[in-house]
């Protein structure tokens, strides 16, 4: 079975710095668009940063310049540098990737969501 194990956030003051990391884990043929998003309570799930298989990114216009997306494709993870947090990147930031399932449905492709991770920044 095929899940996204996370890893990293926490609390941290205005200004700090956070790691985000999220691995796939399971067999799968491929690994497609990989991406971090965020809910904060009372709002709208939206997408943090995302990386395609060849490594365009694509970022939120409220993080441009602070957080910064990478994969290792060889480990099948993605990480988010978070640096210059604010308070209002509180939230908890959920790992999402589309893949391709190995076997006999590996032409198919499917999304696929981590259980989520708290980032608490206080001012």
């Known amino acids: 079975q095929v899940q996204l194990v996370e890893s990293g956030g926490g609390s941290v003051q205005a200004g700090g710095s956070l790691r985000l990391s999220c691995a796939v884990s399971?067999?799968?043929?491929?690994?497609?668009?990989m991406g971090w998003y965020r809910q904060a309570p009372g709002k709208q799930r939206e997408l943090v940063a995302s990386?395609?298989?060849?490594?365009?990114?694509n970022y939120a216009d409220s993080v441009k310049g602070r957080f910064t997306v990478s994969r290792d494709n060889a480990k099948n993870t993605v990480h988010l540098q978070m640096n210059s947090l604010k308070p209002e990147d509180t939230a908890v930031y959920l790992c999402?990737?589309?893949?391709?399932?190995?076997?006999?449905?590996?032409?198919?492709?499917?999304?696929?969501w981590g259980q989520g991770t708290q980032v608490t920044v206080s001012s």
């Open positions: 399971g067999s799968v043929f491929a690994i497609y668009t």
């Open positions: 990386i395609t298989s060849a490594g365009t990114t």
């Open positions: 999402n990737a589309d893949y391709a399932p190995s076997g006999r449905y590996r032409s198919t492709t499917r999304g696929i």
